[in-house]
């Protein structure tokens, strides 16, 4: 049993919640059902969304840092894969791997797409019910600007495409599904159906068709929970996004939930969003603040994968009724802290979070002091040789350009939660060394708040237990990344924050 989760990001929303799920991997947090690999998709035909390549990138950085440590089993735990990993039983870490690409869409508008010029007048006369001049003009790198209509043309191919036909060879017994959309978009609004139908379809000509149209298949759908800034000159009105979002509602009530096509449905929304983004079509300027409601997103994967198990069929026996899911919190507060939580989330949050947010605070703002100080980062101190944390090791380049590197976007992901609409802000800005175990909102600190005095002590006192492995065994990051998911939940429980 292969035990892997396919999680398809449709659009620019579908990026943004598998970044969410990267940063929780990354703190620790554990999926359910025996989980062993997690397979992250992207679809969208922007190559150049901020959004995008900026989740392309984090998950890039996490194999980078993964394939560094020996065993890893608490941070950066979770396997990461490519299908062209899986497909060609590869080692290669190439973040465009991630995104599924569309035929035919780079370099060209709608009308070429679909062939408007080739057709008879009466054909094209026929069209143009259905496409505005701007809409068959509209120019298909930068996606489909919340014309679903469009959407569909387009993404209906992405079958053929020789991605999708590698993901039908790798889908093995023991996988399972989870696909994340808009509803009030465009590409996100167009793909979830059309994809959930061919993974259903009884007909298809795949290789392994028959694994994934009986596989356990979950799916997140966002309504409308943010606003665009009013720009005559861009085609995307968000004002029509509670509209769009409504008729997309009834139809997937009709061709998805009565017909029992999914397993379990999430939805997630926010009316009368009150944050409003800066109107891009697309491309690199195309890079929202991180939302609370895309962790919540998610946090659904995690629910789901906790009850996969139950959702697998055998010998073609009919598909249990759809479950349908919300997300909900306790109390409605101005800043979402892990207080206001349901106990379960708030517990696998509170934990990893707290502790790989203590990890990147201590290095930006805690290494120096300690760095050829602390016997931990001192080689011929008491033991010979004992430590590869030197100074050497955090000057390199590898430490500079991944673990810096994930820990700014960690960071980045915390404050743009913290200033997004509703706020999620679990954490207190830093102040000093001294005041460092001040770091829960809402949470009495201890009497003592040096934290960073303390994860040096139990650094000193876990250095040696911690094996860096020798000759080729050795992995430059293990050290690292073993000590402080030791010395980190060490101090923090200790002091009861977690």
């Known amino acids: 049993m292969a035990n892997r989760l396919f999680v398809f990001g449709i659009g620019g929303t579908g990026a943004r919640v598998i970044k969410s799920l990267a940063m929780l991997l990354a703190s620790g947090c554990k999926l359910g059902s025996n989980i062993k690999t997690v397979v992250p998709i992207l679809i969208d035909p922007d190559t150049a969304n901020g959004d995008l390549n900026r989740t392309k990138d984090i998950l890039k950085l996490y194999q980078n840092i993964r394939a560094k440590v020996d065993k890893p089993n608490d941070f950066f735990g979770q396997d990461l894969k490519t299908i062209n990993e899986l497909s060609q039983d590869s080692t290669d870490i190439n973040p465009e791997h991630f995104q599924f690409k569309l035929k035919g869409a780079h370099d060209s508008n709608f009308k070429d797409f679909i062939g408007y010029n080739s057709l008879d007048e009466r054909d094209k006369k026929f069209l143009d019910l259905f496409y505005s001049n701007q809409n068959l003009n509209s120019d298909l790198d930068v996606g489909f600007k919340g014309n679903p209509h469009m959407g569909s043309v387009v993404l209906n191919q992405f079958t053929e495409s020789d991605d999708f036909a590698r993901f039908s060879q790798v889908f093995s017994p023991g996988d399972s599904i989870f696909i994340i959309n808009s509803i009030f978009g465009g590409t996100g609004a167009a793909g979830f159906p059309l994809l959930l139908n061919t993974l259903r379809h009884d007909e298809l000509d795949l290789p392994n068709a028959v ?80 939302h609370f409601l895309e962790l919540a997103g998610a946090l659904s994967i995690f629910d ?195």
């Open 304 to 498: 789901y994968s906790k009850d996969v198990e139950k959702y697998k069929v055998e010998n073609g026996e009919a598909l249990n009724d759809t479950q349908i899911k919300e997300f909900g919190v306790i109390r409605e507060n101005g800043a979402i802290t892990f207080n206001d939580l349901d106990a379960s989330q708030a517990d696998l949050l509170r934990d990893n979070l707290t502790r790989f947010k203590f990890f990147s605070r201590y290095l930006s703002k805690g290494l120096s002091r300690s760095l050829g100080a602390s016997a931990w980062t001192k080689n011929g101190f008491l033991t010979t040789e004992r430590t590869m944390l030197d100074k050497e090791f955090f000057n390199s380049a590898n430490y500079k350009n991944y673990i810096v590197e994930f820990c700014k976007y960690f960071d980045e992901w915390i404050v743009e939660l913290e200033k997004n609409d509703p706020s999620f802000s679990p954490f207190k800005p830093y102040v000093s060394p001294g005041n460092s175990l001040d770091l829960i909102n809402n949470s009495e600190p201890p009497l003592s708040k040096d934290g960073f005095k303390e994860l040096d002590i139990q650094n000193g006192f876990y250095i040696d237990e911690v094996d860096k492995g020798d000759g080729e065994d050795e992995k430059e990051f293990t050290q690292l990344i073993k000590l402080f998911q030791k010395s980190t939940k060490e101090v923090l429980e200790s002091k009861k924050l977690i």
């Open 211 to 290: 694994l994934f149209r009986n596989a356990p298949i979950g799916g997140m759908t966002f309504l409308p929970y943010f606003r665009l800034e009013n720009d005559e000159e861009s085609e995307i009105d968000s004002e029509t996004f509670e509209e769009k979002a409504k008729t997309a509602l009834s139809y997937y009530n009709r061709t998805i939930i009565k017909e029992n096509k999914i397993n379990s449905l999430y939805f997630l929304g926010m009316g009368g969003a009150t944050n409003v983004y800066e109107n891009h079509e697309g491309k690199r300027e195309q890079k929202n603040k991180a």
